[in-house]
């Protein structure tokens, strides 16, 4: 379940997929499978070689890819989550939801 997040924000999240731009949008989250995680980040391209070129830097395997038909993406969440964020200079987002590496 996500919340925490505007219409306008996703909408936002959606053009720049759509558009092949690398875009980032952090929701809270539940999910039974990782009761420790509280936010999930969304990371995603509609150009698959960029979005996988993106992941390479970061170490994450294109498998982990959430091949959504049009808004293919990483989920992150946890230390991944916050060190991502950090490194790509998302400090909107780590200090909306006060994200900490931990």
Request: a positive charge; glycine letters at 6%.
């Amino acid at each position: 379940m996500a919340f925490g997040i505007k219409k306008e924000e996703l909408h936002k999240w959606k053009k720049n997929v759509e558009q092949g731009k690398i875009a980032f949008i952090t929701h809270y989250w539940q999910d039974k499978r990782f009761p420790q995680c509280k936010t999930v980040t969304k990371v995603g391209c509609r150009n698959l070689t960029t979005l996988k070129e993106w992941g390479r830097k970061y170490d994450l395997q294109p498998e982990w890819i959430h091949y959504h038909k049009k808004y293919p993406h990483f989920d992150l969440f946890g230390h991944l989550q916050f060190d991502i964020l950090t490194a790509e200079k998302q400090w909107e987002q780590i200090n909306r939801f006060n994200l900490k590496r931990g």
